[in-house]
């Protein structure tokens, strides 16, 4: 993404916990640590202190809570804002989207507590408005599947974006080769066979 600038949080990846815990001693926090593999939505934590990040590279990367997803981590800018889904379709070419979701992701009331695999979800999402598409459109949709094609990688099926809508615009929190689920629920009843 960084070499298509494609908009997303700065990130860094890590293989090994000591390089990693030695990066964090220099990170703004609050932050984002995420194990860099399939955890069914649930790899993900928020750490507001040094020692909360530290207790979740040992938790991700040396308990293995979130099993081999946590062999390689993703350290992440914290950003702040309305979580978006948009799932959509791509030929190698061009793309086209369905629909915005939005799901609730957090535990506990005030979402106090840990991702979850999902525990609810509505669409469309009232806060991906036209501006947010159009934005979308021109500098994360479209130039996705250009920089897979650039690359000698066209894809061609589904591509879920996850989107953080922050003060300085859409970015980029994860893509998925995929339906996305709780998403895919609301979003599937919702289109029109043409």
């Known amino acids: 993404m960084k070499k298509y600038n494609i908009p997303t949080a700065a990130y860094e990846t890590f293989d090994d916990p000591a390089a990693a815990l030695a990066y964090l001693k220099t990170a703004e926090m609050p932050i984002v640590l995420k194990a860099d593999g399939l955890a069914l939505g649930k790899g993900v934590l928020i750490c507001n202190t040094l020692e909360e990040a530290e207790k979740g590279v040992k938790t991700i990367m040396e308990d293995k809570k979130f099993g081999d997803a946590g062999t390689r981590m993703v350290v992440e800018q914290f950003m702040t804002g309305r979580e978006v889904s948009v799932l959509s379709f791509a030929d190698g070419k061009t793309i086209r989207i369905m629909s915005s979701a939005q799901d609730h992701k957090r535990a506990k009331d005030g979402d106090q507590g840990l991702n979850t695999g999902g525990m609810g979800t509505f669409s469309p999402s009232p806060f991906y408005t036209d501006d947010v598409d159009a934005f979308c459109q021109k500098y994360i949709y479209q130039p996705t599947v250009d920089a897979m094609a650039a690359e000698g990688r066209p894809f ?28 895919a629920q609301v979003v599937l009843p919702r289109m029109k066979m043409i």
């Open 156 to 183: 061609t099926g589904v591509i879920f974006f996850g989107l953080m809508l922050t003060k300085d615009g859409p970015k980029v929190l994860e893509y998925n080769a995929r339906f996305g689920d709780p998403e």
